[in-house]
């Protein structure tokens, strides 16, 4: 996908670099979850922000505010104050929209590019995992040099093998699973879906070559919940366009996927199982799902914050799989509350409603984009990532807003 043409060189490599950095913030092992690396973001787009003299809309400021408010009542109500993680809502927040508004439209084509060069990576180190001793001579020799700097204090959380560029995730080895550079199987699913997402928008079809590589590579993750939504955007996409032979393709992959669904245990089973073992274990997302939505009813309009109040007020001496969640949707419910939540998925659904408007591709598929969204949140916790706050702003880049302020 191109990039608008009018930036310089050098600007499309500072905006591919912090891009990328905040992907690998959000996913990649080695560098996520880095409170170093969002500091450094923050200061680096603030001051391209001025460099660039980039006008700060009234919507950054909307957000802010509801943010704030939210968690000052957490603060009053539940009285457990933690600074570095409440300032830390607002830096993320702050390089985040600046991100999103100094790549303006080229937002989406260099997500997708990314993607693109990340998924040919996979593919290649993916197909050559399948020679023996390939895997294990990068797991003896070449993966202990990329040991993290930027470990985290949760001890609970072992990050995977890796290089950076490839993660060398257990499932690579006992599953045939491919992990591209992102923590796991299911998480790189996620990205994909998104770069799926934003390229038929903005190219209006299926069937270029980076779609191509987009859908092989969600097919090598062998993820439950990428697997349903590449279903979802098959069906979106063949059900509306007029071509006979697209409703007839239709037909075929539904009758395609009914039959997979019923015979791969990775898809019927697993939701069964996980379903039946929801009042067990946390590791499941029926579970996760349950054990936050405990918490929510308890305080389903503040929610209860992201920091020493997160489990309901209750103090634990070590991480466990007690504390462990994985469901996106009721992770930000439980920290949060619905305000919030529904606020977010709403700007969910906008951002690609202007996108769709921009690329002037179909009135239906800003619809589509929020369930897949939604089911991919059901599956991992994603809400929480630095990429996906940049759904709260990204509708920008493609209306105009009335109120700007310029630095």
């Known amino acids: 996908m191109k990039p608008d043409s009018t930036t310089s060189k050098v600007q499309r490599r500072i905006d591919y670099f912090i891009l990328l950095l905040l992907i690998a913030n959000s996913g990649f092992p080695f560098f996520s979850g880095s409170e170093f690396i969002q500091i450094f973001l923050f200061l680096f787009t603030l001051g391209l922000v001025v460099k660039r003299k980039v006008s700060i809309d009234q919507h950054f400021f909307i957000v802010i505010i509801i943010f704030l408010v939210v968690e000052i009542l957490q603060i009053a109500f539940y009285g457990m104050f933690n600074y570095k993680t409440f300032v830390g809502t607002y830096v993320k927040l702050s390089l985040i929209y600046f991100i999103v508004?100094?790549?303006?439209?080229?937002?989406?084509?260099?997500?997708?590019?990314?993607?693109?060069?990340?998924?040919i990576i996979g593919l290649f180190f993916y197909i050559f995992s399948f020679i023996p001793g390939f895997v294990n001579f990068f797991l003896s020799n070449i993966t202990p040099l990329f040991k993290s700097p930027f470990e985290g204090k949760i001890s609970f959380y072992e990050k995977a093998p890796n290089?950076?560029?490839?993660?060398?995730?257990?499932?690579?080895?006992?599953?045939?699973?491919?992990?591209?550079?992102?923590?796991?199987?299911?998480?790189?699913?996620?990205?994909?879906?998104?770069?799926?997402?934003?390229?038929?928008?903005?190219?209006?079809?299926?069937?270029?070559?980076?779609?191509?590589?987009?859908?092989?590579?969600?097919?090598?993750?062998?993820s439950t919940a990428g697997y349903i939504a590449l279903f979802l955007i098959f069906v979106g996409y063949y059900t509306f366009d007029k071509k006979i032979s697209s409703k007839l393709l239709m037909i075929?992959?539904?009758?395609?996927?009914?039959?997979?669904?019923?015979?791969?245990?990775?898809?019927?089973?697993?939701?069964?199982?996980?379903?039946?073992?929801?009042?067990?274990?946390?590791?499941?997302?029926?579970?996760?799902?349950?054990?936050?939505?405990?918490?929510?009813?308890?305080?389903?309009?503040?929610?209860?914050?992201?920091g020493d109040a997160r489990y309901g007020g209750k103090t634990f001496l070590k991480f466990s799989q007690e504390e462990h969640r994985n469901n996106g949707i009721f992770v930000l419910l439980a920290t949060y509350g619905i305000f919030i939540s529904l606020i977010y998925f709403y700007l969910i659904y906008k951002s690609f409603y202007y996108m769709v408007q921009n690329w002037e591709y179909g009135t239906w598929f800003p619809t589509i984009s929020l369930v897949i969204v939604l089911i991919l949140g059901f599956s991992q916790g994603i809400f929480s990532l630095p990429f996906f706050y940049s759904f709260l702003f990204l509708f920008l880049n493609f209306k105009k807003p009335r109120t700007q302020i310029s630095f």
């Open 101 to 119: 508004k100094l790549l303006d439209k080229n937002f989406v084509s260099y997500y997708v590019n990314i993607l693109y060069v990340l998924s």
């Open 163 to 222: 290089i950076i560029i490839y993660c060398f995730d257990s499932s690579l080895i006992s599953d045939f699973r491919n992990s591209g550079p992102f923590w796991e199987p299911g998480a790189f699913a996620v990205f994909l879906s998104i770069a799926l997402l934003f390229n038929i928008i903005s190219s209006g079809t299926i069937t270029n070559k980076q779609n191509i590589v987009f859908i092989v590579s969600i097919l090598t993750t062998i």
């Open 252 to 306: 075929i992959i539904v009758l395609l996927s009914v039959t997979l669904f019923s015979r791969l245990d990775f898809l019927k089973v697993k939701i069964f199982e996980d379903i039946a073992t929801a009042n067990e274990t946390t590791s499941s997302r029926f579970g996760s799902a349950l054990a936050d939505y405990q918490l929510f009813v308890k305080s389903p309009v503040i929610g209860w914050g992201r």
